[in-house]
C-alpha cells in the first residue's frame, strides 16, 4: 500500500511538471480556496475522562479541513482555516433479556473529536518558480466536543431489521488554544490549480476537565488541492 501511494504522488508530480511549463503561476491580489485531507500522528497517549469513561486519543487518526487565504504580496497570503479532527471514542456493548422482545440490545458510545478555527497564513519562499516551497502557519482556537450516545433496539427476526426503542445524545464543548507550523511543497496544473504535500507540527492546549495531560501535540500530513483566482 505504501508502494502505491508513492508511485501515486511521483505521477502526480511528474504530470504537474509537465503540465506547467510556461505557467505564469502568481499569487498577489489573488484569493486561493483549499481542501486539505490527510492525518495526524501523536507521540504521546492522551486520556480523556468523561461520564466516568476514560477514552484514549488515537495515535492516529483522520483529519482535514478547508482554508480561504488573499494574498497581499507573491509571497505572503492571509485568511482563515477550519479544520476537523477525530481524536477516539470507547464503545460498550451489553444485552439483556426481556419478555416482550427476548433481548435487548444496550449501546454506549464515548467520543471525543476537535474542531479547530485559525487565523492562517502561507508564506511563499520561491514564488518565480513552478514547483515552490511554502511554510504554512496559524494561530486560534481548539473546540473539544465530547458526546455520550445511548442506544437500547433490538432485532426484528420477522422484519428481519434492526428496530430502535430508545436513543438519547448528550455532550459539552471546551474550548482552548491552537497554533501551528509547518512545510510544504506545491505542484501547479494550471494558473489556477494546483496540488501540495504539506506537514505540520500542531500544539493545542487541552480542557482540564477532562484530562490531566496539558497539550495535544500532533504531526499532521495532508493533501492539499488550491484553487486561485
Not at 62 to 75: A, D, E, M, P, R
Not at 94 to 123: C, H, M
Not at 149 to 156: L, M, Q, V
Amino acid at each position: 500500500m505504501k508502494k502505491f501511494l508513492a508511485v501515486c504522488v511521483f505521477c502526480l508530480a511528474a504530470v504537474s511538471a509537465v503540465m506547467a511549463e510556461g505557467l505564469n503561476y502568481q499569487f498577489k491580489d489573488k484569493f486561493e480556496a483549499s481542501l486539505l485531507l490527510g492525518s495526524a500522528i501523536r507521540n504521546e497517549i492522551v486520556d480523556f475522562t468523561f461520564y466516568n469513561t476514560d477514552v484514549s486519543a488515537d495515535k492516529a487518526s483522520f483529519s482535514g479541513g478547508v482554508q480561504l487565504l488573499y494574498y497581499f504580496t507573491n509571497h505572503l497570503g492571509l485568511g482563515m482555516e477550519l479544520m476537523l479532527h477525530s481524536l477516539g471514542q470507547e464503545k460498550q456493548e451489553s444485552l439483556r433479556p426481556s419478555e416482550i422482545y427476548y433481548y435487548i440490545n444496550e449501546d454506549i458510545t464515548k467520543r471525543v473529536s476537535l474542531t479547530q478555527l485559525f487565523v492562517a497564513g502561507t508564506f511563499v519562499i520561491n514564488p518565480q518558480n513552478k514547483v515552490k516551497f511554502y511554510m504554512p502557519f496559524g494561530g486560534g482556537f481548539a473546540f473539544y466536543r465530547t458526546t455520550d450516545e445511548f442506544r437500547a433496539w433490538y432485532h426484528d427476526y420477522y422484519l428481519e431489521e434492526d428496530i430502535t426503542l430508545y436513543k438519547r445524545s448528550s455532550g459539552d464543548t471546551y474550548t482552548k488554544a491552537a497554533f501551528y507550523a509547518g512545510f510544504g511543497i506545491e505542484f501547479p496544473y494550471s494558473n489556477s490549480t494546483s496540488w501540495s504535500l504539506e506537514s505540520r507540527y500542531s500544539v493545542a492546549r487541552l480542557p482540564e476537565a477532562i484530562t490531566e495531560s496539558e497539550t495535544l501535540k500532533s504531526i499532521e500530513v495532508f493533501l492539499k488541492f488550491s484553487f486561485r483566482a
